[in-house]
């Protein structure tokens, strides 16, 4: 028995959600990560020009979910979800913001992540340093340019930033930016800080 | 059963990963990366007539102009992995056009780079 999709389970989208000038345009992106309840998807909406999506992965790999789903109606499978946003920043780059909790387990959506992105920004909470360790580790292993974004949202007074880059380990160059994941300008400051890096970076 | 809203929730179950998908395997990753854009090719004409429900339900989306892969799985709700591999099957069959990302090149990037952050400057001062 298949449900057929009523038109209800696909609305006409409005035209905002398309990419605008779609046929010239490249399509780069740049992760936000951070541990549990950092702010990710905070940062994504406050600067996404649509209101941010979440797309879901089954296990790994849908092959393992397919074998999973035969016969075994019911069976609870491992969800993981990303969040992200889109900003049109001209009409040649369109930049995608993927937020995924930091867990080795999902390798596969990792790998989709990661691959080909311009570099990563790493939310941390500034009383829960030791959280963020395992993101860090996950950003180094697969290659990419971060800087860190401390999400300062509670009006304590911040850790001083020495004191911060010593508990993260941190190289002297990687940029250390504090932001507040619910405000626009903030967010949008902490994502050139980023890519002002990379720039260099890449010189 | 008690409510519509369960049966709905119950129904999608019935929709099995396999039948949606036709069986095909995952398309390679470079094909179709999260961020690849997709629009619905010109005149399709009497072509359509053999997709599927879920064929034409992403066909559909795509036709007023260009998502990405993740956007376009965000919007019908449908797992990834699924929409990755019937996506692959619409482009192979001529019904889709796809913008890839560019792959990384240290000139490219630096180029790139630049229009992001100008990008950035100009909408956020």
């Given amino acids: 028995m298949v449900s057929r999709p009523s038109s209800a389970d696909a609305p006409g989208l409005d035209a905002q959600q398309y990419v605008q000038g779609g046929a010239t345009q490249t399509a780069v992106k740049i992760l936000v990560v951070g541990h549990f309840a950092v702010g990710k998807t905070t940062f994504i909406g406050s600067i996404s020009e649509i209101e941010p999506l979440s797309t879901e992965e089954t296990m790994t790999r849908v092959a393992a979910a397919v074998d999973d789903l035969k016969g075994v109606r019911g069976k609870t499978t491992t969800t993981v979800a990303m969040d992200f946003g889109r900003l049109t ?37 500034p009383e829960r340093l030791a959280d963020s ?3 860090i580790d996950l950003i180094e292993q697969y290659g990419l340019d971060y800087a860190i974004a401390v999400n300062h949202f509670d009006g ?48 | 059963m008690t409510g519509s809203e369960e049966f709905e929730l119950e129904s999608a179950d019935l929709v099995r990963a396999y039948v949606i998908t036709k069986g095909r395997g995952l398309p390679d990753d470079q094909q179709l990366s999260l961020i690849t854009l997709l629009t619905a090719a010109p005149e ?82």
């Fill in chain 2, 44 to 125: 399709q004409g009497q072509r359509t007539l053999h997709l599927s429900p879920e064929e034409q339900r992403l066909l559909d989306i795509c036709s007023a102009g260009y998502l990405s892969v993740a956007e376009i799985a965000g919007h019908t709700k449908l797992p990834l992995g699924v929409v990755r591999i019937v996506l692959a099957g619409l482009t192979e069959g001529g019904h889709l056009v796809t913008r890839p990302p560019v792959p990384r090149a240290r000139q490219a990037d630096k180029e790139i780079l630049l229009e992001v952050l100008h990008g950035l400057q100009a909408k956020f001062g």
């Fill in chain 1, 89 to 125: 920043l001209s009409e040649r780059v369109v930049l995608y913001l993927f937020g995924t909790p930091g867990q080795l387990r999902f390798v596969q959506m990792w790998e989709d992540m990661a691959r080909g992105a311009l570099g990563a920004l790493i939310l941390v909470d």
């Fill in chain 1, 133 to 135: 360790f395992a993101v």
């Fill in chain 1, 156 to 203: 304590n007074p911040l850790r001083a930033e020495a004191a911060l880059r010593e508990a993260l380990d941190l190289l002297d160059d990687t940029p250390v930016v504090t932001c507040d994941a619910r405000d626009e300008k903030s967010s949008a400051a902490a994502l050139t800080t980023l890519v002002r890096y990379l720039l260099d970076r890449a010189s």
